[in-house]
């Protein structure tokens, strides 16, 4: 029978007719695979039994350049923006905006390295697991757990700060009723408001909510710049603003730059959710959401340094005078961490999907894959599938069976819920989280996956940046992790 190289589905079945290929298979896909979500009959009671239970379902791509970077970008922006100014003011003006450039540059490089691994993998089934069993098999769910432990300390980090900033908003407001006082309220609120949004199935579902989050940017990036250009600031010190500046401070404030543009766990979700997916249409996806996310630091970071100078707090709205403006600012932030935590839920929860499942059938043979290389390489590796850089002819994308969905996105908020509830700070821990997940997932795996798929060919620009990232990540994961450490034996908690 004659099947689609790239999704694996046979030639001409489904909603439409898609191209065929001269790659024979004799494997045919199970019925319920073929079966578009508004059109498949087995419930989520027949899920719950384990038969069901680890089965893939299936849906349509429907994600556009645009959804797909709103959700990217607000992935990206958050509350770190405003520690911006505090950071540039210990580089100085010219010298921070050249870090913050070079951060965007090798986070955009990570996630193009990410999309080109995923185009090795099958149909729209990308994932960090997927490419790890491409590539390093037997850490691929070692490789997932990490990362959906990274995310789901991120997400317990915004119902923190939600719950942290929502008291002080209801005091500034003139409310003083105690329970509107309570941080516990807050976050029982918002963990309560979170329940549809974090139990989407597809990243792509969430762009209007992280189109609304991003409204919340752009409130911050107009009250940054209205209080820049106030007639009655009151003028710097001459001297106070500086184009370059070294000193120890630059490695306290690195990691700030370094980690500012970290979304690449949601990278392959949005590569699976395109509905054209060729590379042209990813890279342009890569591009204007780091790109948009890069201005907006440097328009906030060089106001901010501009507006306060060498004495900018690390948190840029303490430095402004409560007014019912800079309440409201409180209050864009607040939302804009609220609509970020479904997209850290989204990514934990896929991981932990594919730790589950590795778990589950570690007994069993599992599937080997081979590794799609380029065109170009055809010949010279010992592989002989070309990946095209058209779009994934395959009309479905893989999910999780709904009892799965259920069940992991159910004790993720629980555990997230109850987590937040009993701590009011885990900085210590997510640095230590941050230092090591970050870092892999935006230098580190992308650097070595795409080394090691292409570790028989020959040496080219791109194989040659994949082993200069890698090393990057390496050195910012040894510095970070020397900086953490400086903490906890200093005392500086």
Known sequence: MTVDGRSGLPAGTGPATFPSSSITNNDILPEHELRIPHSRTHSIRN???????????????????????????NTILGSGMLSMPNAMAALGLAFGSLVIVFSACASGMGLYLLSRCARRTPGRDSSFFAVSKLTYPKAAVFFDAAIAIKCFGVSISYLIIFGDLMPEIASALGFSAQLLLSRRFWITIAIVALIPLAFQRRLDALKYTSFTALLAVVYLFIVVAMFFFTPTRKPLPKGDIVLFKWSKEFFTHLPVFVFAFTCHQNIFSVYNELRDNSS???????????????????????????TFGSKVAPNLLTMYDNSTVI????????????????????????????VITGIYHACSKEPTFEAIVDEDDVGNAASTIAASDEATQAPVVHVMSPAKHISITFGLMLLS??????????????????????????????????YKMHQNVRWTRMKVISVLITLYGLFILVFCLGANISRVINGDL
């Not at 899920?47 to 970008?73: C, K, R, W």
């Not at 249409?281 to 501009?306: E, F, H, M, P």
């Not at 939302?335 to 594919?354: E, G, M, T, W």
């Not at 700070?425 to 941050?434: E, H, I, K």
């Open 327 to 354: 309440t409201f600012c409180r209050l864009s932030i607040a939302i804009l961490v609220l609509f970020s935590y479904p997209l850290q839920c989204h990514p934990a929860r896929n991981c932990l999907d594919k």
């Open 47 to 73: 899920s719950i039994t384990s038969e069901h239970f680890f089965e893939e379902d299936v849906a349509e791509p429907t994600g556009t350049i645009l959804s797909s970077t709103i959700n990217l970008a």
């Open 280 to 306: 042209k249409q990813v890279d342009s996806t890569i591009k204007l959401s780091i790109g948009s996310a890069c201005a907006v630091y440097q328009w906030i970071a060089i106001l901010g340094y501009l």
């Open 417 to 450: 819920y109850v987590v937040s509830m009993s701590v009011t700070s885990l900085d210590l821990v997510l640095s230590f989280v941050g230092s090591t997940g970050s870092t892999s997932i935006s230098f580190i795996l992308p650097g070595i996956f795409y």
